[in-house]
C-alpha cells in the first residue's frame, strides 16, 4: 500500500498538472477570442477630412497606432493625437476621452481605430443587412460571413443611376471578399455609389 505521505505527493502532482493543463486551454481560448495579431486600417472624418490610422495588434493587443498623414491643423491636431495614441494604447481601448480645443480630430482617430480593432475582433458568422445614402437615394446589402470571414456581399435595394452604378455594384463586393475589408478603392466614374456600398457594408458589420 502507498503510504500517506506518498499519497499526498501524487496528488498534490494531479493537481498541479490540472492547473497547468487549464491555464493552457484559458490562454488558447483566450487568445482565439482576443484580437487578431496584424495591422489594421481604419478610419473617419475629422474637422478637415478624413482621418486615417493604422493599429498594430501584437500578442493580442494595441502595440502601436500610426496615424497617416492627414489635413487637420497640425498646431491642434498633432498635440491631440499623440496624447490619445498614449491613451488608447495605455487603456488598451479606443474609448478614451476627447481631448480639449481638438473635439473633431479626437472623435475622428477614436473611431477611426475603432473601426481598425473591429477588423482585429474579425467577424461573427451570419447574414447582416446595412444601408446607406447614395446618389439616388438608400442602398441597402447583405453581408455573408462564414467561418470568420466575409462570403458574399449582395446589394439588394439601390435607386442609383443604372449604366453608372454598374459597374460599382458589380465590383465592389467582389473587392470587399477579396480583401476581407470594405476599405477598398472607388470604381471610376462611380464614386458616390462605390462609397455607399463600402459604408453599408461597414454598417452591417459593425452596428
Known sequence: MLSMHTRRNISLILLIGLLVVTGVVWSMGSQEEGLKDGVYFGKAQGFAGDVGVDVTISGGKIAEIAVRPHEE??????????????????????????????????????AAVKQAVQKAEGFKDGVYTGSAEGFGGTLTVEVTVAQGSITKVAVLDNSETPFIAESAIKELPEAIVANQSWEVDVVSGATVTSKAIMAAVEAALTN
Open 73 to 110: 491643423t497640425p498646431f491642434i491636431a498633432d498635440p491631440a493625437i499623440e496624447t490619445l495614441v498614449k491613451n488608447i494604447i495605455a487603456s488598451q481601448n479606443p474609448e478614451v476621452d476627447v481631448v480639449s480645443g481638438a473635439t473633431y480630430t479626437s472623435k475622428a482617430v477614436i
